[in-house]
């Protein structure tokens, strides 16, 4: 199972880790105006309208997947609308602009993993709040 654990929280981003099964995938980073509520999540790989390319979409009984909530690249909160950012690394700034890297690498991984995982949890673990 797909776990996102948020660990970190500022007046812009929502930062966590995802783990597949407990072990570490990659960082993530949501605009923490439009961070989508915490719980259990559907999960399914499908072309994205926007991107053009195959994402990962989330979606739950209170988040329809007409939403289009997607695992996807960016780099930092203003490229999110609401969606999750991936990275391999993060730059963690408590005063703004938190960021990601390698953030195609990570899209790339976690869209291969969600062709077989089909839920996701993410859970609030702040250390600063």
Same mark, same amino acid.
């Given at each position: 199972?797909?776990?996102?654990?948020?660990?970190i929280?500022?007046?812009?981003?929502?930062?966590?880790?995802? %783990?597949?099964?407990?072990?570490?995938?990659?960082?993530?980073?949501e605009?923490?105006?439009?961070?989508?509520?915490? /719980?259990? %999540? /559907?999960?399914?790989?499908?072309?994205?309208?926007?991107?053009k390319?195959?994402?990962?979409?989330?979606?739950?009984?209170?988040?329809?997947?007409?939403?289009?909530i997607?695992?996807?690249? /960016?780099?930092?909160?203003?490229?999110?609308?609401?969606?999750?950012?991936?990275?391999?690394?993060?730059?963690?700034?408590?005063l703004?602009?938190?960021?990601?890297?390698?953030?195609?690498?990570?899209?790339?991984?976690? &869209?291969?993993?969600?062709?077989?995982?089909?839920?996701?949890?993410?859970?609030?673990?702040? &250390?600063?709040?």
């Amino acid at each position: 199972m797909l776990t996102l654990v948020r660990d970190i929280r500022t007046e812009e981003a929502v930062l966590g880790a995802l %783990y597949l099964n407990g072990a570490f995938i990659c960082h993530t980073l949501e605009n923490a105006s439009k961070t989508i509520p915490c /719980g259990m %999540y /559907g999960v399914q790989n499908s072309k994205s309208p926007k991107f053009k390319r195959e994402l990962p979409l989330l979606h739950n009984a209170q988040v329809p997947s007409s939403r289009g909530i997607r695992i996807h690249v /960016g780099n930092t909160a203003a490229s999110s609308s609401g969606c999750i950012l991936v990275g391999m690394s993060r730059e963690v700034h408590l005063l703004g602009g938190s960021m990601l890297k390698e953030s195609k690498n990570a899209e790339t991984m976690v &869209t291969m993993i969600c062709r077989n995982e089909k839920n996701l949890v993410i859970v609030d673990a702040f &250390t600063n709040k």
